[in-house]
């Protein structure tokens, strides 16, 4: 009874390191780990004893024998991640290597103090990280009154599995030398000087938060937005709950066929009752039950071949939804799966390639919403003139012009990194220029001091949630390093110094009991059916952490300890 890894695999490698046997790969010191799709666990090798599953932060592993019918395909994806000559079975006599946690030398000027800025989940795994020591302190600031980035805004309602990762950001936040400053924009409410006066180091891990914008004529106009936006929407994130969302035409046009892309569709296309099963927000299931749209086309500008979609996503798409193709497509995954040589890409291609006809001149069906898959088609321009009506687009490669209807045009072409304030940024990469995560001066080639970089920020847009675990612990170990080398200067405040600056500049700063206090009455809005239903208001958000209860007096002790 071999494990599998399913669709909800968050690459953060736990899983690897628990495995007695050294089954599971790629592993994060073999090379395609940071851009796998997803880890596998080889059938013949596995020992059926469980490690793994504890160690998964998102429940994405489960015996053979307790699939659901839709992770089945899984058993094959995993299996076939391991071709052997017949009879010959994988080494099992190693464990895979461990990064050693970075050992911090004590110092007479006080315990190694870092400064997080952002709270997604480099920021988390690199507080992990630095936690490991005993007397490292640890403190995250984050502009909303919520954590943990992209798990919470950018996860689609409905893969509450991956969600399941904030639970070990939860144990994070109850390490002792852990503090949060929730709603505290640094940048304004705080420097980065200030930052480095109250800390030895300040480590970014912000993310890319910016949509790649697609440069035709049209964008702009009501009825066009992007796919992240409309994610954000169905998330309950404040700064997009007036997101003008318009579903009153039959059809809407995803441009670009990345995962996000695929999350749009598919909950576009979802019966709204199992959506109101998961924490999607109520302003966007009202709008969901109200919409009138039976068809969402996902149009690419490359072939079949060159899909940006991973094919866990494709699986999990095509086991829910109905997923349908043109003629002209269909022969163009056919001519594509005749020369293709790379397994994975083969097994997506093989997928496609059993699609449902999209049938005459792609007309949506009446009976149930439906996606729709286009490729070779590049946007020209966005058609209508005083709202979007839909998207003239080239036949890549040809002369050949094509239109496609829709009342909703939404982009999904990646992401890009935003400077930041006294940081270097190299605009072309959208990066800050770093060596291993320190930042780097370009002009001088010099690391800047005491600055840390982590996550997209860091890398750009590339790979996963759990990505961030491996990424983040190589810039930790370089910050203990420099730290340990004498290269870090001393805070020159007290810890006390640093709360009373924040608090006096932004005096409805959240922490960790105003965060939990917010957690715990989302959790009981949502009752028996809901994980949680979301404050999607700043306001509503403050007003429920001021109902923290106060610090017992012991917990003030050991606070007052550790300024």
Known sequence: MPHV????????????????????HPSPDEPGFATAEMLHIDPVACVDCGACVSACPVGAIAPDTRLEPAQLPFIELNA?????????????????????????????GGPLTVAIVGSGP??????????????????????????????????????????????????????????????????????????????????????????????????????????????AWFNGHPEFTDLPVDLSHERVLVVGNGNVAFDVARILTTDPDVLAR?????????????????????????????????????????????????????????????????????????????????????????????????????????????RATGVEFAVTGTDDVHRIDAGLVLTSIGYRGKAIRDLPFDDEAAVVPNDGGRVIDPASGEAVRGSYVAGWIKRGPTGFIGTNKSCAGETVHNLVADYNAGMLADPAGKPAALDKLVRSRRPDVIDVAGWKAIDDAEIARGGEHRPRDKFTTIADMLAAAADAPAPSMRERVLAGLRR
Do not use: W
């Open 5 to 24: 890894i399913t669709q909800s695999c968050c690459s953060d490698g736990s899983c690897v390191y628990a495995c007695p046997v050294n089954c599971i």
């Open 80 to 108: 076939s991640f391991y071709p052997k000559p017949e009879g010959k079975l994988p080494p099992t006599s190693k464990l895979a290597p461990v990064l050693e946690a970075p050992l911090v030398r004590p110092r007479s």
């Open 278 to 386: 998961t924490d999607i927000s109520d302003h966007a299931l009202a709008a969901l039950r109200g919409s009138k749209v039976n068809e969402v086309v996902v149009a690419a500008r490359r072939g079949p071949v060159h899909s940006a979609f991973t094919l866990p996503e494709l699986i999990g798409l095509t086991s829910v939804c109905d997923v349908v193709l043109d003629g002209a497509d269909h022969d163009r995954v056919i001519s594509d799966l005749a020369t293709a040589t790379d397994p994975l890409t083969r097994n997506k291609l093989e997928i496609l390639s059993k699609l449902g006809d999209a049938g005459p001149c792609g007309r949506p069906p009446a009976h149930r919403p439906r996606i729709r898959l286009a490729f070779q088609l590049t946007p020209v321009r966005i058609l209508g003139e005083q």
């Open 122 to 231: 480099a920021a988390m795994y690199a507080a992990d990280e630095l936690l490991t020591q005993r007397g490292v302190r640890v403190n995250v600031f984050e502009r909303l009154p919520t954590p943990y980035g992209l798990v919470r805004a950018g996860v689609a309602p409905d893969h509450q599995s991956t969600k399941r990762v904030t639970a070990l950001f939860d144990k994070v936040t109850k390490l002792p030398g852990f503090t949060f400053y929730l709603n505290v924009d640094v940048g304004s409410d705080v420097t980065h000087a200030d930052l480095l006066d109250h800390h030895h180091a300040v480590l970014y891990a912000v993310g890319a938060p910016n949509d790649r914008r697609l440069d035709i004529a049209g964008i702009g106009l009501p009825g066009t937005g992007t796919a992240t936006e409309m994610v």
